[in-house]
């Protein structure tokens, strides 16, 4: 079975889904790890299932020492692919590297619209009709890689930052899931810009 880690920064509601599914045979991938760049609740989820940690704050160690100590972490575990979920930082440098075409990251909108933080918060402010989700592989841009899934939620009237983010994390916690199996078995190849899903 495909070993994965996730890297999360917050509250864990797509690790939470990652490892209940992984806890019923329905992932179809093993969670050999989960990375946190601070004291986060997502931290907890993992302790609860057993999952091995690696949390040390970037913060104190610096964010090149975290991704080198972390690369680390990753080859022991023998991790082969990572999925970002919630975390808040930019994957770079030899991490980057060594695990190109082979992380994974959700985002709250639908890229390239609102990249960065805030993003629900952004597109609502902009008035847009339409959000959404995005799951997209990770390269050196913010938010920037080849999309791999893709799915709208409309916006609808009264709805606020909390209401419509809840909404689209609804919509992550199946999308996350589905791209991890699809690059897991190798169905998921990249051409320029686009993945082409075999
Ligand atoms: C999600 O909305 C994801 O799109 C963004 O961060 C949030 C993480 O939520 N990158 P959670 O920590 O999984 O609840």
């Given at each position: 079975m495909t070993r994965i880690a996730v890297l999360v920064s917050g509250r864990g509601s797509n690790l939470a889904r990652l490892v209940q599914m992984a806890a019923s045979g329905d992932?179809?991938?093993?969670?050999?790890m989960v990375a946190a760049d601070r004291e986060c609740p997502a931290l907890q989820i993992a302790r609860e299932a057993g999952v091995p940690v690696f949390a040390e704050d970037a913060r104190a160690i610096g964010p090149e020492i975290w991704q080198a100590r972390c690369l680390e972490r990753l080859s022991q575990a023998g991790v082969e692919l990572i999925a970002l979920a919630g975390f808040m930082r930019v994957i770079r440098g030899e991490l980057l590297d060594r695990y190109a075409h082979a992380i994974l990251n959700v985002h709250?909108?639908?890229?390239?619209?609102?990249?960065?933080?805030d993003a629900v918060r952004n597109a609502l402010a902009h008035g847009v009709r339409v959000s959404g989700a995005t799951v997209h592989l990770v390269d050196e841009t913010l938010d920037g890689g080849p999309i791999v899934l893709q799915e709208a939620v409309p916006v609808l009237p009264g709805d606020d930052a909390d209401s419509l983010a809840e909404r689209i994390r609804s919509v992550e916690h199946r999308l996350l899931p589905q791209a991890i199996q699809l690059l897991a078995a190798g169905r998921v190849r990249v051409q320029g810009r686009r993945t082409v899903i075999v």
């Open positions: 992932l179809g991938v093993q969670i050999a709250p909108s639908l890229l390239p619209a609102f990249p960065g933080k």
